[in-house]
């Protein structure tokens, strides 16, 4: 069995700031024995006025050769959750990095669901498509804990994607999120429940969690879950916070053996 963590964080619009606690859950992370450390969406720049401007700068390099040198010193892993990336139209991709061990970048993933819809909170209107264009294509990467397929945040209320990426061999699926309180309160823990459940496969939510300025609240509670649908780690429910557990592949193929509900599938993706 290997280790995976997920480092949840309440990031602002400092990206300096936010990449020093970044790090600072990579090293506990090793130090909690991960071969993996999942990081969760805008980590590096909870501003979405801030993106463009972020990723059309040396800052962004800077970022990324922070993170590829993080992972060569601790011998980890890394999945940079959300980082802003430029794209054709003048906005920017939420692109999923993951680096290996070695520094190098072996898959990437762009949001391809964006959040524009009015929340029962003190901001109310959300338009992520204002700011962020979407991907298109999937990703799924061989990794030291497994087969890992890669979505975010909203992507979760949208299950053909997840079972297209099990279709493809997926064993785990990273979620870094930054779900709102009110939307996280109703639907997180069941929507990463439901998404394990229907695919037999281990996803991996690391979120936001906490009070980010400007009307922002995130809802935290990062959650590992298993492919039977029970929760094997959790984080404080908001605030920083490092969690991991053991990711048992064996127990996955015998789940799917036993109730092999790929093959018993009579609907087309």
Same mark, same amino acid.
């Given at each position: ?104 970048? /072996?898959?990437?993933?762009? $949001?391809?669901?964006? %959040? =524009? *819809?009015?929340? !029962? &909170? ?108 029970? /929760?094997?780690?959790?984080? $404080?429910?908001?605030? %920083? =916070? *490092?969690?991991? !557990? &053991? ?23």
């Amino acid at each position: 069995m290997s280790r995976v963590a997920l480092v949840q964080m309440v990031s602002g619009a400092d990206p300096e700031l936010n990449l020093e606690q970044a790090i600072k859950g990579v090293i506990a992370a090793k130090e909690q024995g991960s071969a993996l450390v999942l990081l969760p969406e805008n980590f590096l720049l909870f501003d979405s006025k801030g993106l463009v401007e972020f990723a059309n700068s040396c800052r962004a390099e800077n970022a990324i050769k922070t993170l590829e040198e993080a992972a060569i010193e601790h011998s980890i892993w890394i999945l940079a959750g959300s980082f802003p990336v430029l794209s054709a139209d003048g906005r920017v991709f939420a692109r999923s990095l993951l680096f290996s061990a070695a520094g190098a970048t /072996v898959a990437l993933y762009d $949001k391809r669901h964006l %959040f =524009d *819809v009015d929340v !029962a &909170d003190s901001k109310g209107v959300y338009r992520e498509s204002s700011w962020i264009a979407p991907g298109e294509a999937l990703s799924l990467a061989s990794t030291p804990v497994g087969q890992l397929g890669l979505s975010i945040c909203y992507d979760l209320r949208f299950p053909v994607l997840y079972q297209r990426l099990r279709q493809l061999g997926a064993e785990l699926i990273s979620v870094p999120s930054a779900f709102t309180q009110v939307t996280g309160e109703a639907h997180w823990e069941v929507l990463l429940r439901a998404r394990a459940i229907e695919n037999q496969c281990y996803i991996l939510g690391a979120g936001q969690g906490g009070d980010h300025g400007n009307n922002r609240l995130t809802y935290g509670h990062s959650m590992i879950v298993d492919p039977w649908g029970e /929760v094997i780690a959790q984080s $404080k429910p908001q605030g %920083f =916070d *490092v969690v991991s !557990a &053991d990711i048992d592949l064996q127990r996955l193929h015998r789940i799917r053996t036993e109730m092999p509900v790929l093959s018993h599938r009579r609907d087309s993706l």
